[in-house]
């Protein structure tokens, strides 16, 4: 068990960029959370899988953000077109099922300039 | 009014003391979450309840549903303990259907 991992760690994007982040759950986890933190706040929910069915989006989720998880064990969020408020902290996080504790990665930090 | 309400935002306590966080949450919850965030982002989930008391090592977390409060307390607190404490619920309703909504955090600072 490696944990959940993250990647890129830091990406820094001029406005207008498309990035992408990925994430790799724990392997038996079948949930897997999308999450943004800005600075001083907690975390916001984004989005969730249960495997590969995208079940929750939250109204912060705009059109330019996608999220993927095409096999049911790795994700991917795509923001298109990046503004600077999308700099931010995003957070992913799996659990075996609803009821299970999260387990985070690191995070990835998006400066958009 | 945001659903999950933490205090203090802030704490700076000496190495030994005992300390208190805690979290009040306005509606119907399922599960609530202690988390823990260093610096750099890493968040290590500190305990997961739904009723009563539940302890490890130096930490301790309690629940009172009716009051829809928790607290989470460190023993002989340590410099390493310093960090940012989150605390999350589960609710049946807000912060999408199975997410999770998270208070603004408790950032404590333990001084030697």
């Known amino acids: 068990d490696t944990g959940v991992s993250q990647d890129p760690r830091h990406k820094i994007t001029k406005r207008g960029q498309n990035v992408t982040f990925r994430c790799d759950p724990i392997s038996e986890h079948n949930r897997l959370y999308w999450y943004r933190q800005t600075l001083g706040q907690g975390p916001e929910f984004l989005t969730y899988?249960?495997?590969?069915?995208?079940?929750?989006k939250s109204r912060l989720l705009s059109d330019r953000f996608s999220a993927e998880r095409p096999k049911g064990s790795f994700s991917t969020l795509e923001i298109q077109r990046t503004e600077q408020g999308d700099s931010a902290m995003y957070l992913c996080?799996?659990?075996?099922?609803?009821?299970?504790?999260?387990?985070f990665g690191n995070g990835t930090r998006l400066t958009v300039t | 009014k945001n659903e999950v309400e933490q205090s203090p935002q802030n704490l700076t306590a000496q190495e030994g003391e005992f300390i208190t966080i805690n979290c009040s949450y306005s509606v119907g919850i399922s599960a609530l979450h202690w988390l823990q965030q260093h610096p750099g982002g890493g968040i290590v989930s500190l305990f997961m309840?739904?009723?009563g008391k539940k302890k490890h090592g130096r930490l301790i977390a309690t629940i009172n549903i009716q009051e829809k409060h928790s607290s989470l307390h460190i023993t002989a607190s340590h410099p390493r303990d310093s960090a940012v404490y989150i605390c999350a619920v589960r609710s049946y309703s807000g912060g999408g259907a199975d997410g999770l909504t998270f208070g603004k955090g408790t950032h404590l600072i333990i001084q030697p």
């Open positions: 996080a799996s659990s075996f099922d609803g009821n299970s504790p999260l387990h």
């Open positions: 899988f249960q495997n590969e069915a995208q079940l929750e």
């Open positions: 309840l739904s009723s």
